[in-house]
């Protein structure tokens, strides 16, 4: 069983597109979290919720709203799309927001903007 | 501000080499330390951490990693890298609630 899951998997759109990642955990944690690693492979975070509130917000802009209908899901919308928004977008998870927690990775979303 | 610095981007060993990747970070309050590995293709995974205790840490399939506070490092070490160590690893450090990442070290093993 997948802990943390992403669909889709890769995502090719026209600049100006809005799309949506999806992310689901299935190891009851109460956070998540949107990470963006870019072409270079520099890992950063983007938002973080804990039981659906948004606790997290790493000036992204606001083009990227993230959704979080209950604590397992955390959905990321990106509106109008730009070429600088090609990156891969990981999905994490861990059982408090707070100290040393793992957080457990999905796989990963690539997204192309053309 | 936090940040994790991370001295080699890209370190090509031989099969069987030992392997040292170093790792400094810039917090002032407790941290709460990680190296993950990301394998080609592949999500992110744990690979060991340090919360307090024992500064050496034992992780995964044989690495290992020391915390020195003095020096703010947490270098991850191998004594023998095989074929499948071949990844991204990424060290990080968890202040605040978020994990902080250096930008990564690609490790090349050549059978």
């Known amino acids: 069983d997948t802990a943390v899951s992403q669909t889709p998997k890769y995502l090719v759109t026209q600049m100006g597109n809005d799309k949506s990642i999806k992310c689901e955990q299935n190891?009851?944690?109460?956070?998540m979290y949107w990470y963006k690693q870019d072409s270079k492979k520099f890992l950063k975070i983007m938002f973080s919720?804990?039981?659906?509130?948004?606790?997290i917000n790493e000036t992204v802009p606001n083009r990227f709203s993230p959704k979080s209908p209950d604590k397992a899901h955390l959905n990321l919308h990106i509106n109008s799309l730009e070429l600088g928004d090609s990156a891969v977008y990981f999905c994490?998870?861990?059982?408090?927001?707070?100290?040393?927690?793992?957080?457990?990775f999905g796989p990963g979303t690539r997204l192309l903007v053309l | 501000a936090q940040s994790v610095s991370q001295h080699n981007h890209h370190v090509i060993l031989s099969e069987a080499a030992s392997l040292e990747l170093g790792c400094n970070y810039s917090?002032?309050?407790?941290?709460?330390l990680f190296w993950y590995v990301q394998y080609p293709g592949q999500h992110l995974q744990l690979l060991l951490k340090?919360?307090?205790?024992?500064?050496l840490v034992k992780g995964i399939k044989g690495f290992e990693a020391e915390f020195i506070k003095s020096k703010f490092s947490f270098n991850l070490r191998k004594p023998s890298v095989q074929w499948s160590d071949t990844a991204e690893y990424f060290c990080?450090?968890?202040?605040?609630?978020?994990?902080?990442f250096g930008q990564g070290t690609e490790l090349s093993v050549k059978p």
């Open positions: 919720y804990n039981n659906k509130e948004l606790i």
């Open positions: 340090y919360f307090s205790g024992d500064p």
């Open positions: 190891l009851g944690h109460d956070t």
């Open positions: 990080a450090v968890n202040g605040g609630g978020k994990l902080i």
């Open positions: 994490a998870s861990s059982q408090e927001p707070l100290g040393g927690e793992t957080q457990y």
């Open positions: 917090y002032g309050g407790t941290v709460n």
